[in-house]
């Protein structure tokens, strides 16, 4: 066991399914030799040769594309998009092909590929490296979407999305990737896709969220738990397909909800998250469900980007106000 | 071989040379050349490969181009007659596939657009699977043979960079299997056709790209397309070599097919073919060509068009005449006539069909949309049945 960071777990989960399946490449910008502009692709290179770690020519559509051949053709590749603000030209390759060559050929090619993108803010990062496109991707059917949280999710998840036999979107969150260490067990065991993960259990209020929010979200949960208030803090982890029967049960017991994303508010996650706890919750609830999120604005330069993404104080706001319903 | 040059570049730096300035070099010289062995009435400009002198090689290319010619003419029928969905015919274009997928092995894997029946008709795609496809039924392109081969593609250009990723699958595994894709010459415009070469030039993947000219993209001529001479020549930014041949000659597209999978297959990297030629027909049934082209130019073309000129030839070369001609009238209108009944016969796809092949297992969120869809389905045969293949 070591003390590892997200980024870390990243390359060890991609060594460890390199080393115990020769179908698995990678491929991306600046991969290779460099090892990726965040190091998670360091030596992978080296050990396992040009040929299975590709450093392609600067072109995002025919990354993910080429991709799309290859996993039809029986390699698993696991391509990098280096940052998601760079994935929108293979949009169209991700949503007319990948997510549905399954459906189209009635299962006679399938499309087994990792795409791999940093995602969000935080770090300060140039312009068009901190987008959040993770609901444009959960809308897309036959797209599973995945974002982990902690480092150890990162290795278990991404070792199970390299070994789905569906592509699977896999979003990183940048400011999360070095923020801290985990001991985490390089031992090839994956964590189970489309379940969240409840990380800390309460009875008061429900607190939802994915990705690098989980960090505002668990301190949210601590400034509460000082005044005597338990939420429960929920990792969605797998976007699409949504497990909210983890979520419904963990409302059924709180009675109050509140959904924190880092995505831009309108048609994102969160309302679909609100919208089935409306369906099926809703006699649970003892507060209107509350959303923390991003706003419909630019994701602004790094001046500003702190303003952009919910706060403890929003979140904490959010969680009295249903608090304070009934 | 008629092999005139189609264009010819010189590169040039941008300051020209002048009295005083002698730093000019030419770094690069490139041509592409044109590749006809057949004139519009059959007969040899010249030597012919080894192939072309053997009937039992010609005809039946003659026969695949025959008969994706009487499935076109009674796809458009049953367009016409409300029994299948918009059908993008390849009338006129027919050497292009049959020559280029009478040069693969079973084993290749091809990269169609959606006009590329002729070249799927080859692979053993069958007809009541076109027209299930055409119809709106996935079940279409679930090739029973030529499971490699990937479905029709619509979006334009992106088989490309499928077909290019395909040949680096191939190639990392040291198999002798070469992917190629078709695309027409509005695609040559795209991105996705520049970068899947250029990805597959990089790789030094077993990759052919055809591009099937036939001068329009629905309404927009092949002049208002690309400034470019040829293009063929959009290759040679790739580092790829770029040939252009007369798409309506099957003797030219089949030698020139065979000569870029012998070089894919033996590590030389991927060629682009630019087939020339003309679309005779409309973009598909939902178009209308009289709206923006000339019949009388279309007429004019009828006299370049592929089964003609091989027709002619295999005259002059004794091994075809009228009773030849109608034996094989008759077993394509037989074969196109029991896939037509097929395809009428297949009874329409379960509702669960939308649900059962979204992912390998149907993830448990979606069990609840899919039982609502079968609550709702309508009362038609088949509609609640299990399998998706009844």
């Known amino acids: 066991m070591a003390e590892i960071n997200l980024v870390e777990a990243v390359d060890l989960a991609l060594a460890f399914e390199m080393a115990r399946d020769d179908a698995v490449v990678v491929l991306g910008e600046d991969i290779g030799a460099n090892g990726g502009v965040f190091r998670a ?161 309460g009875t008061d209020l429900t607190l939802v969220s994915w990705g690098a929010m989980l960090h505002e979200t668990q301190a949210a949960a601590d400034v509460l738990a000082a005044e005597g208030v338990a939420a429960e803090v929920i990792d969605v982890a797998t976007l699409k397909p949504l497990d909210m029967a983890t979520i419904l049960d963990s409302v059924a017991r709180t009675g109050r909800c509140v959904i924190v994303h880092e995505a831009a508010r309108t048609a994102g996650l969160g309302a679909e998250i609100a919208a089935n706890l409306a369906d099926e919750g809703l006699y649970s609830l003892l507060a209107p469900v509350q959303r923390v999120t991003g706003y419909d604005t630019v994701m602004p330069l790094s001046r500003l980007e702190y303003e952009y993404l919910p706060s403890v104080e929003r979140i904490v706001a959010a969680a009295r106000k249903t608090l304070e319903a009934s | ?46 030597p012919l490969p080894d192939f072309a002198h053997d009937p039992a090689q010609l005809v039946p290319l003659y026969r695949a181009m025959y008969l994706t010619r009487t499935f076109d003419a009674k796809a458009i029928a049953l367009q016409r007659t409300g029994k299948l969905g918009t059908f993008a015919s390849a009338l006129g274009q027919e050497a292009i596939g049959v020559g280029v997928a009478s040069a693969m092995r079973t084993e290749d894997a091809l990269f169609p657009s ?21 119809g709106g039924d996935e079940r279409g392109s679930d090739f029973a043979e030529a499971r490699h081969d990937f479905p029709n593609c619509v979006p334009i250009a992106t088989q490309v960079c499928h077909a290019a990723g395909a040949a680096y699958a191939f190639r990392l595994r040291g198999e002798p299997r070469v992917a190629v894709s078709f695309l027409g010459d509005g695609a040559s415009s795209k991105g996705d056709f520049y970068e899947g070469l250029n990805f597959a030039a990089v790789w030094q993947a077993p990759l052919v790209v055809v591009v099937s000219n036939n001068q329009w993209a629905i309404s927009v001529p092949r002049s208002a397309q690309t400034a470019a001479a040829t293009l063929a020549q959009k290759a040679i930014a790739a580092g790829v070599e770029g040939v252009q041949v007369d798409g309506n000659d099957i003797v030219a597209v089949h030698h020139v097919a065979r000569q870029a999978l012998a070089k894919a297959r033996a590590g030389g990297g991927p060629t682009l073919i630019e087939a020339l030629s003309y679309r005779l027909g409309d973009h598909t049934t939902a178009d209308d060509a009289a709206r923006y082209r000339d019949p009388a130019v279309v007429q004019e073309q009828w006299s370049f068009e592929p089964l003609t000129r091989l027709r002619n030839y295999l005259v002059k070369l004794g091994a075809w005449g009228p009773d030849k001609e109608e034996a094989l009238a008759h077993d394509c209108a037989e074969t196109v006539n029991a896939g037509v009944e097929a395809y009428l016969a297949t009874p329409p796809p379960t509702t669960a069909a939308m649900f059962e092949h979204l992912f390998a297992t149907l993830p448990a969120a979606l069990v609840a949309q899919r039982d609502e869809a079968l609550r709702f389905a309508p009362s038609r045969a088949g509609a609640q049945r299990g399998g998706d293949h009844g």
């Not at chain 1, 600067?58 to 990098?80: F, Q, Y």
């Not at chain 1, 070792?159 to 979107?169: C, E, H, Q, S, T």
């Not at chain 2, 300051?15 to 300035?21: F, K, L, N, P």
């Open chain 1, 41 to 201: 692709t360091a030596g992978l290179q080296q050990r396992f040769g040009a040929g299975r770690v590709l450093d392609t020519p600067l072109a995002e559509a025919a990354i993910v594309g080429t991709a799309i051949g290859m996993a039809a053709m029986g390699l698993k590749p696991v391509a990098e998009i280096q940052f998601s603000g760079f994935l929108y030209p293979a949009l169209d390759h991700l949503i007319n092909h990948a997510a549905r060559l399954r459906n189209r050929t009635r299962g006679r090619l399938a499309c087994p590929l990792v795409l791999r993108t940093p995602c969000g803010g935080g770090i300060h990062a140039p312009e068009h490296h901190s987008e959040s496109p993770e609901a444009i991707l959960a809308h897309t059917p036959g797209l599973r979407v995945v974002m982990p949280s902690s480092p150890a999710r990162a290795y278990g998840l991404l070792l199970a999305a390299i070994r789905d036999p569906d592509p699977v979107m896999f979003l990183e969150p940048t400011r999360l990737y070095r923020l801290f260490r985990q001991d985490v067990t390089d031992d090839g065991e994956a964590l189970p896709l489309d379940v969240c993960f409840t990380l800390r259990g």
């Open chain 2, 1 to 46: 071989m008629h092999r005139p040059a189609a264009a010819l570049f010189r590169l040039r730096s941008s300051v020209r040379r002048t009295e005083t300035e002698i730093a000019m070099t030419t770094v690069v010289r490139f041509q592409i050349d044109h590749i006809r062995f057949l004139d519009p009435q059959g007969e040899p400009l010249g």
């Open chain 2, 114 to 134: 959606y006009r590329e029946h002729a070249a799927q008709l080859v692979r053993g795609v069958r007809i009541d699977e076109s027209l299930r496809y055409w």
